[in-house]
């Protein structure tokens, strides 16, 4: 049978992969997001806000919508993850008491929380989602623009 500390320190890294794999994911979706909405920006702009490119602006709020939904569900999917190596953390606790993980993790977040003050306070996942919220914002002003250029009747 595998040493137990072995089998706790390959499922750590398994899981934080995994959580890799969520951020990863995030960012490249946001990536897409972003492109696509600059290309559609691009063009209402060069329609000059006429009527058929409201469409353009209404999908460009649906993709700041998706991105706010994927977002919260790699942040879901990678938190799920932290929470496995957590579990597993504390069981390589139990098992290896002599290595003072606790202290360790202590005597980081202080050098960290004291070199940074305001941004560790900051969270990363709260960034994600105004960046989509961005995009939706722009999206409705370029639907509310097209509409005031043109004449929209509700």
Not at 2 to 29: C, F, G, K
Not at 40 to 56: E, T, W
Request: aromatic fraction near 8%.
């Amino acid at each position: 049978m595998s040493d137990p500390i072995n089998i706790l320190i390959n499922y750590i890294e398994r899981q934080w992969s995994q959580a890799q794999q969520s951020e990863n994911q995030r960012s490249t979706i946001t990536n897409y997001v972003l492109i696509m909405c600059a290309a559609l920006q691009g063009l209402i702009v060069q329609r000059s806000f006429d009527m058929p490119s409201l469409a353009l602006a209404l999908f460009m709020v649906l993709l700041g919508v998706f991105g706010i939904i994927t977002s919260a569900k790699y942040y879901e999917r990678f938190r799920a993850a932290a929470s496995h190596v957590g579990r597993a953390m504390e069981k390589l606790r139990d098992v290896c008491p002599e290595v003072d993980l606790d202290g360790i993790e202590k005597e980081g977040k202080a050098v960290h929380d004291k070199r940074y003050p305001r941004l560790s306070k900051l969270r990363l996942h709260w960034l994600w989602q105004w960046l989509h919220v961005g995009i939706v914002l722009v999206g409705l002003i370029n639907v509310l623009v097209i509409c005031l250029k043109n004449g929209c009747q509700p």
